[in-house]
C-alpha cells in the first residue's frame, strides 16, 4: 500500500540507520584498507554516507568464508526442506520491513518511492518465496539403461558463485540472482553497484536473521575496477552472474579467460524496438505503454523501448499522442509518491544522455520534446523527457545504448521494413509489437532475434519466465524461470553396473 504522504517517507528517510560496512562471514566490517565510497542522493546531490571500499584483500577474505561455509555443507548438503523453510522466512522479513527497504533504496538510486515500493514489498520477496518453494520440487533423472545398470543425473550446487549487480534496479536484480543461487545450495558474494549499495547491506540483516549461515551470503561495495576485477579474477569462484553493460561483461568474459574459465551469466545492454505496425490501435492504453516502455526509471532500464519505430502512415498521430503523455509525467522528489521520473542516477550520467540528445539534433533527426530546461546548475541531476522524430539507422541515437529519457521515432513502410529495422543492432534483448492481426504478431514474434517479444503491451513476462538476451545484450544464462537455476547447478551423472549373478533368474 502506498501512503499518499511525502511527509510520511521523509520522516522514515530522517530516522533510517544508513548501511556503510561490507557483510563478511555472518559480520559488518569495515574495508580491510580503511577505504571507503562515498554515496550520493542523485535527487540532491549530498552524501549520505561512506560505505566500506572493498579491495582484493576484502574478496579473498570473502571467498574463503563462503568456500568455508560450501565445504561445511551447512547450506549446500542440507535437507531442501531446511533451505526452503530459511528463504520462506527471508521472503517474510523481506515484506515485513519493505517500507524501509523502499525508502532507503529510494534515497540511494533517485527511483520514485512509488516504483521501489512495487518492486521491494511485492517482486522482491515474491521471487525469494517462488524459489523456495521450488527447492522440494526439482528432481533429478534417471536414464534408461538394460538390467545390468542404473544410471542416475542428479544436479549439485556449483560452488562459489558471485552475482555482480547493476545501479538500475538493486534489490530486484539481487533477487533475480540471489534467490536461485540460495535455492540450488551455492554460496554468495554480492557486488552491489558502488552508487547503490545500501539496500542489499540491510537485506544482508534480514537474511541472518531469516537463518541463513554465516559465509553463505557476503556482500562486498566497491568499485567495478577493484572489487569487481577481483571477483572476475580469483580463481575460487566458480561462476559470476553479472547484470549491466556490454562492456563490462566482456571483461568479466576476459577476467575468466585470464583466470580459472569460470562461468560466466551475462545479462547486458539492449537498443529494444517498440513496434506499431500499420494497423494497431493508438489507444490511451498503448500509448501509456509507448511512454512507459521508454521512460519508466527514467530510461534507465537495460530493455527500455527507446526505437520505437512506427509505419509512415501512423507516425504523425503516434508522434502526438505520445508527446502529450510525456508531457503529463511528473517529475519530482523521489520521496514523493506521485513522482513518477525522479532524477538520474548521477550529474555524469546526466551529462551523457545530454551528449545523446545534442548528437540527435546534429545528425538531423526532429526534436518534437526537450527534456533540457531542467536548470543544470540545481542539485541532483534530474532531466525531463525528450521525444525525436523521424529517426533514420545511421544515428548514434538510433544505434546506442542512452540509457535515459530520450525516446526516438522512426517511421517504416510495412512489416518486412519494421522487421528489419528493428533486428538491425548489435542488441536482442527485448521488443514490444502492436497490431490486431494475430499472424503479424507471430510472424514477427518468430523472426525478432531477442530474448523477449511482448504483443499488445509493454512488459518483461512475470517470475515464471526467463529474461535475458541474444546476441550483444547476453549469454545463455537466464534470470527469472526455473531456467535461472542453471546457472548455479552443474550436472552429474551416476553410472552404476549391476552384477549379472541373477541375469538368469526367471521373473
Known amino acids: 500500500m502506498i501512503h499518499e504522504s511525502p511527509a510520511f517517507y521523509q520522516a522514515i528517510a530522517d530516522r533510517l540507520p544508513l548501511p556503510s560496512k561490507a557483510f563478511i562471514d555472518g559480520s559488518f566490517v569495515a574495508a580491510k584498507s580503511g577505504a571507503v565510497i562515498e554515496t550520493v542522493n542523485p535527487a540532491t546531490g549530498q552524501v549520505l554516507a561512506a560505505v566500506a571500499h572493498c579491495q582484493t584483500e576484502d574478496v579473498e577474505h570473502a571467498v574463503a568464508a563462503a568456500r568455508r561455509a560450501f565445504r561445511s555443507g551447512v547450506w549446500s548438503r542440507v535437507a531442501p526442506e531446511a533451505r526452503k523453510a530459511v528463504l520462506l522466512r527471508f521472503a517474510e522479513l523481506i515484506r515485513a520491513n519493505s517500507t524501509e527497504l523502499a525508502v532507503l533504496e529510494s534515497l540511494d538510486s533517485g527511483k520514485p518511492i512509488r516504483d521501489c515500493l512495487k518492486e521491494i514489498a511485492i517482486e522482491v520477496p515474491d521471487t525469494f518465496q517462488w524459489y523456495a518453494e521450488l527447492i522440494d520440487k526439482s528432481f533429478g533423472k534417471v536414464a534408461p539403461t538394460g538390467e545390468q545398470a542404473c544410471a542416475m ?30 535455492a540450488s545450495g551455492c554460496s554468495v558474494l554480492v557486488k552491489p553497484a558502488e552508487q547503490t549499495s545500501m539496500s542489499i547491506l540491510r537485506l544482508a540483516e534480514l537474511a541472518a536473521e531469516a537463518g541463513i549461515p554465516a559465509g553463505v551470503l557476503n556482500i562486498l561495495p566497491g568499485l567495478g575496477e577493484t572489487a569487481g576485477q577481483a571477483i572476475g579474477r580469483h580463481g575460487d569462484i566458480d561462476a559470476v552472474s553479472f547484470t549491466g553493460s556490454t562492456e563490462v561483461g566482456r571483461l ?20 529494444s524496438p517498440f513496434i506499431v505496425l500499420d494497423d494497431a490501435e493508438l489507444s490511451p492504453e498503448m500509448i501509456d505503454n509507448a511512454v512507459m516502455a521508454a521512460f ?17 502512415s501512423r507516425q504523425e498521430e503516434f508522434l502526438d499522442r505520445v508527446v502529450e503523455r510525456a508531457k503529463a509525467l511528473v517529475i519530482g522528489a523521489p520521496l514523493d509518491p506521485a513522482t513518477e521520473l525522479g532524477p538520474l542516477i548521477t550529474r555524469e550520467h546526466r551529462r551523457r544522455v545530454l551528449d545523446y540528445v545534442e548528437s540527435g539534433s546534429r545528425e ?12 543544470s546548475n540545481a542539485p541532483g541531476s534530474f532531466l525531463g523527457p525528450t521525444v525525436f522524430a523521424d529517426l533514420v539507422p545511421g544515428m548514434t541515437i538510433a544505434r546506442e545504448e542512452i ?28 521488443a514490444t509489437v502492436y497490431t490486431r492481426d494475430i499472424d503479424r504478431a507471430l510472424f514477427m514474434a518468430r523472426r ?7 504483443v499488445n503491451g509493454f512488459t518483461e513476462g512475470d517470475l515464471k519466465t526467463p529474461f535475458g538476451g541474444y546476441k550483444r545484450s547476453g549469454s545463455l544464462a537466464r534470470d527469472k524461470g526455473t531456467e535461472a537455476m542453471a546457472q548455479y547447478l552443474q550436472t552429474k551423472t551416476i553410472w552404476i553396473s549391476l552384477g549379472d549373478a541373477y541375469a538368469s533368474i526367471p521373473g
Not at 517504416?412 to 519494421?418: C, K, N
Request: hydrophobic share 50%.
Open 153 to 182: 543425473i542428479l544436479r549439485e550446487p556449483i560452488g562459489v558463485v558471485a552475482a555482480v549487480l547493476p545501479w538500475n534496479f538493486p534489490l530486484l536484480m539481487a533477487a533475480w540472482k540471489l534467490a536461485p543461487a540460495l
Open 252 to 271: 568479466f568474459l576476459r577476467y575468466a579467460a585470464d583466470s580459472n574459465l569460470k562461468s560466466i551469466g551475462l545479462e547486458m545492454g539492449g537498443k
Open 296 to 312: 519508466w526509471n527514467g530510461g534507465q532500464n537495460c530493455s527500455a523501448n527507446m526505437r520505437q519505430i512506427v509505419d509512415r
Open 364 to 375: 538531423g533527426a526532429r526534436a518534437a520534446l526537450s527534456g533540457a530546461a531542467f536548470d
Open 403 to 430: 540509457f535515459g529519457p530520450v525516446l526516438g521515432v522512426m517511421p517504416v513502410d510495412g512489416i518486412e521494413h519494421a522487421l528489419t529495422i528493428a533486428n538491425g543492432s548489435e542488441y536482442g534483448l527485448h
Open 448 to 454: 525478432l532475434a531477442c530474448g523477449t517479444v511482448a
